[in-house]
């Protein structure tokens, strides 16, 4: 192989396999002198790649650990497998899975040859995710498109369904893609409302980067002034704020506070614990935090955590949980519930 940048790149995936490489191996892979496979190996440490030699009958050379993260050279398998990973988590907004891996989903899909484009479009068209229900399912490609258009500083349209079901035609300019764990928001300057908006990505519909650049604005945060992640964050959380009453939060549970806050979405607050609470004296904790999510969100999450608890308010969600109790016991209860007797159509 006399290419050099060709060479370089073949030796370069070689070392990103986890083994130790033989000169003697690698200069047979590469048709190369061992001298010319030293050469290669002193430039890529010259480029930022931190190659590792040891010495002896065994020795060999190795990629390893680094201070900053050196590009990755990938074959069609891995690049396909990486991005249908990033798009099966993209898609449903599950906590943890912020704008970075959806950024990081845009840039491999930007390089994509379409062959394998379309392998990873085939592969995740056919598969069924199995997701906890509670969020709603959004088009890879859709934040593919938002988050590059964002990154890019590009002017996007698209179509948007408000929650009455309205269909408005949208022209904004893209700052932050914000995720709340069910949920994937666009916080965009609106072009025709002369303001700043907050979108529900799952409403958005045909979105297009119009290719025209824009010079970002400053944010409308106290504090702030910038576009930076938290200054996203902090609008976002500002205007949510506005829209929906806020549920201050106090609930007990019969639990350690480890237990209760692996199971329960951080956005909730973490809950304080609180030994010795129990009515036999085990451990509990107590949940004291605010929330903007729905009522029957919030109550259903409650539920979830899978232990004893107790809620001190507010009003409204002790009132939604006696409902519900009610319901879920006469569904337990055969010959109580709706659709049990014979007046249903359902007896013999």
Same mark, same amino acid.
């Given at each position: 192989m006399t290419d050099t940048p060709a060479r370089l790149l073949k030796l370069l995936s070689l070392l990103q396999t986890p083994r130790e490489w033989p000169g003697g191996e690698l200069a047979e892979r590469l048709d190369v002198s061992p001298r010319t496979v030293r050469r290669d190996i002193d430039r890529l440490r010259e480029l930022g790649y931190p190659v590792e030699a040891?010495?002896?009958?065994?020795?060999?050379?190795?990629?390893?650990?680094?201070?900053?993260?050196?590009?990755?050279?990938?074959?069609?398998?891995?690049?396909?497998a990486i991005a249908v990973g990033l798009r099966a988590g993209a898609g449903h907004a599950i906590e943890g899975v912020d704008e970075a891996s959806v950024r990081a989903l845009a840039k491999l899909e930007q390089v994509l040859p379409s062959r394998l484009r379309h392998r990873v479009s085939a592969l995740q068209n056919a598969t069924v995710p199995l997701t906890r229900g509670d969020g709603a399912t959004i088009d890879p490609q859709t934040l593919?498109?938002?988050?590059?258009?964002?990154t890019g500083q590009e002017l996007l349209r $698209?179509?948007?369904? /408000?929650?009455?079901?309205? &269909?408005?035609?949208?022209? +904004? &300019?893209?700052?932050?893609? +914000?995720?709340?764990?069910?949920?994937?928001?666009?916080?965009?300057?609106?072009?025709l409302r &002369?303001?700043?908006?907050? $979108?529900? +990505?799952?409403?958005?519909?045909?979105?297009y980067a119009t290719g025209a650049r824009f010079t970002p604005r400053p944010l409308p945060v106290e504090g702030g002034g910038g576009a930076e992640p938290e200054d996203a964050a902090r609008? $976002?959380?500002?205007?949510?704020?506005?829209?929906? !009453?806020e549920l201050r939060l106090d609930v007990r549970f019969r639990a350690p506070a480890e237990f209760v806050a692996a199971r329960l979405p951080s956005t909730l607050g973490v809950p304080e614990p609180e030994p010795g609470s129990g009515p036999d004296g085990e451990d509990g904790c107590r949940l004291r935090? /605010?929330?903007?999510?729905?009522?029957?969100?919030?109550?259903?999450?409650?539920?979830?955590?899978?232990c004893e608890f107790?809620?001190?308010? !507010?009003?409204?969600?002790v009132a939604y949980l006696e409902g519900l109790g009610a319901r879920l016991t006469r569904a337990a209860s055969p010959g109580e519930g709706p659709g049990n007797g014979p007046e249903d159509g359902l007896g013999d």
């Open positions: 040891s010495r002896g009958s065994l020795g060999g050379y190795r990629l390893v650990a680094g201070a900053a993260m050196p590009p990755l050279v990938l074959d069609d398998e891995e690049a396909v593919t498109t938002l988050a590059s258009a964002a $698209f179509s948007y369904r /408000s929650g009455d079901g309205t &269909e408005t035609k949208r022209q +904004v &300019e893209p700052c932050r893609l +914000v995720s709340t764990g069910r949920r994937w928001y666009l916080v965009a300057y609106d072009l &002369e303001d700043w908006r907050t $979108f529900r +990505v799952d409403r958005v519909s045909e979105p609008y $976002f959380a500002r205007s949510m704020a506005g829209r929906q !009453p935090s /605010s929330s903007t999510d729905s009522l029957e969100w919030v109550a259903l999450r409650l539920a979830l955590v899978d107790a809620v001190q308010g !507010p009003p409204q969600l």
